[in-house]
């Protein structure tokens, strides 16, 4: 559960899908995490999952809304805050 103040890490599409190609090329989790820099080995699980589920469109980052800069919607929710 994630904790109040915490900032999550972005990572692109494209690393996902370069994530994903890497596991099922035969890469075990660990190696792809470090070839890729990801901290977190349990972030590939649900990747890899979302993936076997969804496909591509498993991928996408639905957090928020598309083609919005992370500046323009961190500065909407805190005006929606005040």
Sequence with gaps: MAKKGQIFQYYSLETKKKAIAMRLDGMTKKEVAEALS???????????RKYREQGEQGLIDRRRKPDMPVEDCTRELEEQHE
Excluded: Q
């Excluded at 990801?38 to 890899?48: E, F, S, Y």
């Design 38 to 48: 990801i901290p977190d080995i349990g972030r590939l699980k649900v990747w890899m």
